[in-house]
């Protein structure tokens, strides 16, 4: 005999537990969160957040960036929909440091705090750099081979909303060199310089109203859509050594 019980019944007992109880011991943020020291972040944005002490308390440094490396971790498209996953996943929010009941953020306070305080800095790298560090320290990056590799990420941009832009074109690579090497044999052979070209030549392209700094991408098959380029480097152990996007 078993005692049966609603699914309304289990739905409702009360249990004497912390949120530690409620993350798998194998899950893979207990790894990181061993394996780093995030304090470091106090460091990198000092100077970021005012000392007034006037107003409701701000969303710990630490924990804003928690939520960013989750999103990135586990694929989640957009912010929004990451606030979502931590609200109901318990290793998320163990993670950040929420208790089981603990509101978490809006999904646009990271925004927010990016065009405050984060925006035309270099503090995302610096984080980066510092955890690329600590790996290197311990051994686990081999850079005795290095893989490079581009891939496009569309970027979120409606391709309709575009703006007609005209741009100089890129000059040649190492057109500068190429250029000074043509006039100095040109005076070693008593010639006259070159007339230098006083218009620049310009191309017209398709500008994103939305998101400017992304570009149209049309290759082969593939859909015409707003993208971005991003360059990665990788040692032999999946190590992310840099990038370029």
């Not at 996943?89 to 405050?116: L, V």
């Not at 590799?149 to 970027?155: C, Q, R, V, W």
């Amino acid at each position: 005999m078993y005692e049966k019980r609603t699914r309304q019944e289990k739905q409702g007992q009360l249990h004497m537990l912390c949120i530690d109880d409620l993350v798998p011991k194998n899950h893979i943020l207990r790894d990181i969160d061993k394996a780093i020291d995030f304090s470091f972040i106090y460091d990198e944005v000092e100077g970021m957040y005012s000392d007034f002490d006037g107003g409701r308390p701000g969303i710990d440094p630490v924990s804003l960036f928690k939520i960013v490396m989750i999103q990135y971790i586990f694929g989640i498209k957009s912010m929004r929909q990451t606030i979502k996953e931590i609200e109901s996943n318990y290793a998320y929010r163990w993670f950040i440091g929420y208790d089981i009941g603990e509101d978490i953020p809006h999904f646009s306070t990271f925004g927010k705090n990016y065009s405050r305080r984060f925006k035309d800095t270099d503090i995302f790298e610096r984080i980066f750099t510092r955890i690329l560090n600590e790996a290197i320290n311990c051994g686990f990056v081999d850079e005795k081979a290095v893989f490079v590799d581009g891939t496009h990420i569309k970027a979120s941009a409606n391709k309709r909303k575009i703006a007609r832009k005209s741009v100089p074109v890129q000059a040649k690579k190492y057109q500068k060199q190429l250029d000074e090497e043509v006039e100095a044999d040109r005076q070693s052979h008593h010639k006259k310089p070159l007339k230098k070209k006083e218009q620049t030549e310009e191309k017209e392209i398709a500008q994103s109203t939305t998101d400017p700094e992304c570009g149209m991408f049309h290759k082969g098959e593939h859909e015409k859509q707003f993208a971005y380029v991003v360059n990665t480097v990788c040692d032999r152990h999946n190590f992310i050594l840099d990038f370029v996007a």
